[in-house]
């Protein structure tokens, strides 16, 4: 495509027009080939976030970036492939909650396929806090697939030329705003599962992405955008106001809400899921996960892992999985399935234990006496 050509395509971007699929497909395909100058290509993620995205349009970005730039790998289990995600951009930032809640998935016995990146607008993002706990996220796609079968949880690294080798690494790591990318890049997982739970930047954007996961393939999905109680959206159900959900099943999609009260939680103080460092992230979701932290952190794990754990067939509903999904956090086991994918997914799965293990042993020092 000619420079002038894809300008002109900017130009109607910033305009408020819309492109269609296949429009968005081909400029998606010169970001993949890097054909178009730096300055082009980052005007063009920009106006079409500034915009707002058409369900057209996230599609047309997906199918260029799964088909141009991500390695497949299509892991053997005996359940549907899980993955969850949140797509960041929300305008009220909590800690980690996904990875919390995808260990509680896998340690109920589901088979969870995730593909995360670094913190592009958030303080610590999920590949970020997963390196940190010991798991290895420079290691092949291959690697990723075997831990996936073998323990029930793996991550592909957006963010890896192992992964997405010719163009969405290198687009990643120049650039720190929220785009497009998280969305449709996110969604590029070289597993492609087909149940999911996925929470979006904002309210607007539910309907849209719950019609593109339909359209990509997901047969089984919740997608949602919670509130904070104060004019503020989260990537995620939400334990201090409002959720809004759309769901995707038997070929349809249905909308509903659910607010703290359905889950019979108290009203918490929304500074106790503000994220700190990298260091105390890793620390908090151990003690989490042991079962020891209790809290505002440990209901928001748990009510993010309800979808899971219903879309899974633990349970029937998701106010039941509420309820489970803290159970298995009170049993300790969601800190041993971390301990099994540290030692999984690893090229040297010693130095993964030794990592976790020194983080463990850091936060058994700190915990009172009973």
């Not at 296949?22 to 500034?50: H, I, K, V, W």
């Not at 995205?53 to 359940?79: L, N």
């Not at 919390?100 to 998935?105: F, N, P």
């Not at 040297?348 to 006496?369: D, H, M």
Request: aromatic share 6%.
């Amino acid at each position: 495509m000619e420079n002038k050509e894809f300008g002109a395509r900017i130009s109607r971007l910033i305009g408020k027009g819309n492109l269609t699929r296949r429009e968005t497909r081909e400029m998606f395909d010169e970001l993949m080939t890097n054909s178009q100058p730096d300055l082009q290509q980052g005007a063009f993620l920009a106006a079409l976030s500034a915009k707002g995205e058409t369900s057209e349009e996230m599609a047309g970005a997906w199918e260029a970036i799964y088909e141009m730039d991500t390695v497949k790998a299509s892991p053997v289990t005996p359940k549907p492939l899980l993955e969850n995600s949140g797509t960041g951009m929300d305008t009220f930032k909590t800690f980690n909650v996904s990875t919390g809640a995808a260990l509680v998935s896998a340690a109920a016995g589901n088979y969870m396929a995730r593909h995360g990146a670094r913190a592009l607008s958030s303080r610590c993002g999920t590949i970020d806090l997963v390196e940190a706990l010991g798991v290895d996220v420079e290691c092949p796609a291959l690697m990723v697939k075997t831990s996936v079968e073998q323990c029930g949880i793996g991550i592909f690294n957006g963010m890896s030329a192992r992964i997405h080798p010719q163009a969405l690494f290198r687009i990643l790591s120049q650039i720190h705003f929220g785009s497009t990318l998280n969305i449709s890049a996110s969604l590029a997982n070289p597993a492609l599962p087909h149940y999911g739970a996925r929470g979006v930047f904002a309210h607007g954007m539910v309907l849209p992405v719950a019609e593109l996961m339909k359209v990509i393939g997901y047969t089984n999905a919740l997608i949602f955008h919670g509130s904070n109680g104060k004019g503020l959206g989260l990537d995620e159900v939400s334990i201090l106001g409002e959720t809004i959900f759309a769901e995707i099943k038997d070929n349809r999609i249905t909308t509903f809400t659910m607010t703290p009260s359905d889950f019979n939680i108290a009203e918490a103080d929304d500074s106790e899921l503000v994220p700190g460092d990298l260091e105390t992230e890793a620390a908090m979701m151990v003690q989490l996960l042991a079962g020891k932290l209790g809290g505002a952190r440990e209901d928001m794990v748990a009510v993010n892992a309800a979808p899971l754990l219903y879309l899974g067939g633990q349970t029937s509903t998701i106010v039941e999985g509420y309820k489970a999904a803290k159970e298995i956090i009170a049993s300790g086991l969601a800190l041993a399935k971390l301990r099994q994918w540290v030692s999984c997914q690893n090229q040297n799965p010693a130095n993964g234990s030794a990592t976790l293990n020194q983080i463990i042993e850091r936060v058994e020092k700190a915990l009172p006496v009973q």
